[in-house]
Nanobody, 117 residues
Framework: QVQLVESGGGLVQAGGSLRPSCAAS????????MGWYRQAPGKQRELVAT???????NYADSVKGRFAISRDNAKNTVYLQMNGLKPEDTAVYYC???????????WGRGAQVTVSS
């Protein structure tokens, strides 16, 4: 099993920045993709960004140019630098890890990000 724990969410004014992180522990598969998803009230969970162990990234169009995902493989930690935050970025942000080959997927409990106008 893999455990994911997010931290670093919070309340920020529009235009501000946050940098949540997610630490993975347990039986972490060697080949994996980590990422961030978000779910706003009344909406479906959506992709924010993903990153492979080699550093290949993928972003939702809505966050390109404002958010940057990174990871520290030695620490099994993934980060999401969020700049230029907008009220529409308000959501619960979930960390995800997918094992390549088996498609086993693990989720954190989520971190609330609230952007005030």
């Amino acid at each position: 099993q893999v455990q994911l724990v997010e931290s670093g969410g919070g309340l920020v004014q529009a235009g501000g920045s946050l940098r949540p992180s997610c630490a993975a522990s347990g039986s972490i598969p060697s080949i994996n993709v980590m990422g961030w998803y978000r779910q706003a009230p009344g909406k479906q969970r959506e992709l924010v960004a993903t990153i492979t162990r080699r550093g290949s990234t993928n972003y939702a169009d809505s966050v390109k140019g404002r958010f940057a995902i990174s990871r520290d493989n030695a620490k099994n930690t993934v980060y999401l630098q969020m700049n230029g935050l907008k009220p529409e970025d308000t959501a619960v942000y979930y960390c995800n890890l997918v094992e390549i080959g088996t498609a086993s997927s693990y989720w954190g409990r989520g971190a609330q990000v609230t952007v005030s106008s």
